[in-house]
């Protein structure tokens, strides 16, 4: 063989040696900090947190099937989170609590969309403050039975003014529907809802008043169903006007001549 042929064949190898070398050199430290990455995402820290095992309408009650621990970062743990830590028995004292609010399959269980355990649901879904009171309703007062449990709805009373003229009137505004006759909680499956004769709000004190007095003095008690994004709204507005003296002092109301003529009790008799 030539010389010059050996001496290109040992350059050709001595570069081939160089860039392998190379190519080893560049390469080694990205897998390490690739590795070293890796190995920090695993060794992220975690609790437990109770979390919703299925779908849980309103009104239903928390077992062992339908709760299960979930391991949780615990830079995203926020107050309000049950966690094994700090609550370990909570799948057995937990058990046969009535759920407030609809919870999700993988959400967190919340103290504030929770009641106790009694046996009497409807007033473990009542707020602190809040009354449950029952109108009729049909059909044609209920939105056709599109109104379900948890919907929000304005009750309108129609009634009858001078000269048999009927008059309209929003006696309470953005009231949330408890139930629907016993029915305290949408249908799973899709399914067309059942027209009730008889929907339970939740109501203010003051407001419960104003229903009872309506109830009395109305042709007919509507509700209107109003939209989901108003559910943000003031729902504690009422016609205050209805109740007897207005301003809280008690009167007698003395109908002549088709015409209301209010007096306190204690005003002297004609």
Known sequence: MKPARIIILAVAIVAAGLAGLLAMRLGGPRSVVQQQAETVVQKEPTVNVLVSAANLPVGSR?????MRWMAWPEGSIVEGF????NRPQALTELAGTVVRLPMFEGEPVRRE???DSSSRIMSSLLPSGKRAVATEISV???AGGFILPNDRVDVIMVRRGEADAFLTETVLSNVRVLAIDQQIQEKDDGSKSVVG???TLELTPDQAKVITVAQQMAERLSLALRSVADAQEE???AADYLLSGGSGRPSIQVIKSGEVVKSTTDAKSE
């Open 62 to 66: 928390l077992d062992d099937k339908s």
């Open 82 to 85: 049950i966690t094994e830590t």
């Open 113 to 115: 969309k929770i009641a």
């Open 140 to 142: 044609v007062t209920g």
């Open 197 to 199: 004769t008889t929907a």
């Open 235 to 237: 729902d504690t507005s």
